[in-house]
């Protein structure tokens, strides 16, 4: 079974719009992270946010926020006010665990977001 | 300060050849992971590394291997290379610890792209 799902192959916003990147997983362990990447065109991913199993409140990060439905096991990604440079592949990454050791991430497959002038 | 650095950024092997990637983690960082992201995937976990030890390991064949050096730095290696082995391959450090977000997040390296004919 997967464990990361996302449904969304791609996206398209207008600038200056919010868009919702949807992430669910699956794992049996209580411990976990859930983390969401970037990944531009030249091929580095880049850490946007992340949110522990055991976090009270959702993770923000300036323009990035992540809705964390725990029972639901969605971990879905919102980008306010998008602007053209947030064009880019978005992946969904869980670590199971409390810690990073024999540290085994998990992705999806991806969301390709194009933002619209 | 620097950050995750890789070498060599593009290189075309044939069938059959051996080729050896590296990577220089962060200053402080003690844990590598490597990924082999194939095009229009997420990245698959292939190695973890932490203080010269493998402390996880991918459904990866043994052609695969690796091995971290005192200063952290860290080689993949893959014997008898096959058409399939054509991919990305993301090098990641990060500190090892618990719970908090920075002690979390993996930084990773501008990549590898390995391409095999």
């Known amino acids: 079974a997967q464990k990361i799902t996302q449904t969304q192959p791609g996206m398209f916003v207008q600038e200056k719009e919010a868009v919702t990147l949807d992430c669910t997983y699956d794992t049996s362990d209580p411990s976990y992270g859930l983390f969401w990447y970037k990944q531009p065109s030249s091929g580095e991913m880049i850490f946007l946010i992340y949110q522990g199993s055991y976090d009270q409140q959702n993770a923000t990060e300036g323009r990035y926020s992540l809705n964390f439905q725990k029972a639901r096991k969605s971990a879905n990604l919102v980008i306010s006010a998008s602007q053209l440079g947030d064009s880019a592949m978005y992946f969904c990454?869980?670590?199971?665990?409390?810690?990073?050791?024999?540290?085994?991430?998990?992705f999806g497959p991806g969301t390709r977001l194009s933002v619209l002038p | 300060d620097a950050g995750v650095t890789q070498s060599p950024t593009h290189l075309i092997k044939t069938r059959g050849q051996q080729v050896t990637l590296r990577c220089s983690p962060i200053s402080g960082h003690k844990s590598v992971s490597w990924y082999q992201q194939v095009l229009g995937q997420g990245p698959q976990f292939i190695f973890q590394y932490y203080e010269k030890e493998e402390r996880g390991r991918g459904n990866f064949p043994d052609r695969f291997s690796a091995r971290q050096f005192p200063n952290y730095s860290s080689e993949l290696n893959v014997n008898a290379l096959l058409l399939g082995d054509s991919a990305l391959y993301l090098c990641a450090s990060s500190s090892v610890g618990y719970g908090l977000a920075g002690e979390n997040e993996q930084f990773f390296g501008p990549g590898t792209r390995l391409t095999v004919l």
């Open positions: 990454a869980m670590r199971e665990g409390p810690d990073n050791y024999g540290q085994n991430f998990v």
